[in-house]
């Protein structure tokens, strides 16, 4: 079976990770090296892998996610990879964006605020409570209130994954935006590598952050 070891690459976006500057993103210039022992996970293909990012910075901002190998992190350095990613927007068949599909939708955890507060805010839906085939959990960093989006809150969101000839090196990609300012808040999604590329080798969990694709380095 393939083992798939998972590292993150954060670009000014706080994502809660054990394994680096205390959960979160760093704020030290010039970054701090990655440890040669900084694995976050290890999964096989189609094995479900739980993120949850804070919510700060409004309605305007986004977060991306993009999975591509360990072997081509140099990519992210090019001066066209901004224009990669759309690229592979673009170009996805139709139908394939999945991010409105019962069960791979996004919800927000809610840890700045009593239930009431989200049952009376009109962008979030029902709670989702531990036991419901929705529920997201994560070893280190557990759920405490969790909340559907209303539908119409989804609209924007990208959630692809499939093969495309000309960046055959981009295992999926995942665009969320910021729906409220809440930095003391996250959302959350599962996501699964489905093992395209080549086993035993990393993969890098790269989130960037503020308008659509602009990486920041902090």
């Not at 706080?14 to 976050?40: F, I």
Request: glycine share 6%.
């Amino acid at each position: 079976m393939y083992i798939y070891s998972i590292k993150l690459i954060l670009y000014y976006l706080q994502v809660r990770t054990p394994a680096r500057t205390g959960g979160q993103a760093s704020t030290v210039k010039p970054c701090q090296t990655r440890k040669v022992n900084d694995l976050h996970a290890q999964v096989g293909p189609g094995q479900k892998l739980a993120i949850k990012w804070a919510t700060g910075h409004g309605f305007w901002s986004y977060n991306t996610l993009v999975v591509l190998s360990g072997q081509d992190e140099w990519r992210m350095a090019s001066s066209g990879f901004k224009d990669i990613l759309q690229e592979y927007i673009d170009d996805a068949p139709e139908g394939s964006n999945q991010a409105e599909v019962e069960g791979l939708q996004r919800l927000h955890g809610g840890d700045q605020y009593d239930a009431d507060y989200y049952e009376d805010d009109p962008i979030f839906g029902e709670q989702v409570f531990e036991g419901d085939d929705l529920y997201i959990e994560h070893e280190h960093y557990l759920t405490d209130k969790l909340f559907k989006f209303q539908s119409a809150e989804l609209t924007e969101d990208i959630r692809l994954d499939y093969y495309n000839e000309k960046h055959p090196w981009l295992e999926a990609l995942f665009r969320y935006n910021n729906r409220k300012h809440l930095a003391h808040d996250y959302d959350a999604i599962e996501l699964a590598i489905e093992g395209r590329l080549p086993p035993y080798i990393y993969i890098y969990i790269n989130l960037v952050m503020c308008h659509p694709f602009a990486l920041f380095s902090v």
